[in-house]
């Protein structure tokens, strides 16, 4: 009898495993441009909200707010196994992801085929990004 599914997705990246009618599921494993030196735009869904959850490893949560086309401010979390984040659609977000991070996400169905949108980053958006999570980070660590 096979009434159980296992999946195990171990690949770099984003990785969409079990998409239904209404939602899918992915796992995004640590890749190099994941890591918060690479991190170089966000990116936003218009019709879902996205949930995530820690596996494994260290990652800091980023969302953005923005005012006309600035960056107003950043919302940073660091995320904790088990936890459950919500980033709500039309929120600009990433994670930056430490080697061997694995985190679970859930949103609605066909996301990645189509609702998203992106925003470069520029070169003074990027350094103060970076030394906003650099803090977090080790804040949380303490």
């Known amino acids: 009898m096979n009434l159980i599914e296992r999946y195990d997705p171990q690949e770099a990246g984003y990785n ?3 998409i239904g009618p209404v939602w899918q599921t992915a796992v995004l494993n640590y890749a190099p441009e994941e890591s918060l030196e690479r991190i170089e735009k966000l990116d936003v ?6 949930l ?3 596996l494994e490893g260290k990652a800091v949560l980023i969302a953005a707010e923005l005012a006309g086309n ?3 401010g950043y919302d ?3 995320m904790l196994p088990g936890i459950a ?7 600009w977000h990433k994670i930056a992801m430490t080697e061997g991070c694995r985190v679970l996400i859930v949103e609605n169905a066909n996301t990645h085929l ?3 949108e992106f925003r470069e980053l520029d070169p003074a958006e990027r350094r103060e990004l970076y030394r906003q999570v650099t803090a977090c980070r080790n804040v949380s660590e303490h």
């Open 16 to 18: 969409p495993f079990l």
């Open 45 to 50: 869904h218009h019709r879902s909200d996205e």
């Open 52 to 54: 995530f959850v820690l």
């Open 70 to 72: 600035r960056i107003a």
């Open 76 to 78: 940073l979390q660091p």
């Open 85 to 91: 984040y919500n980033i709500r659609r039309e929120v």
């Open 114 to 116: 189509g609702d998203f």
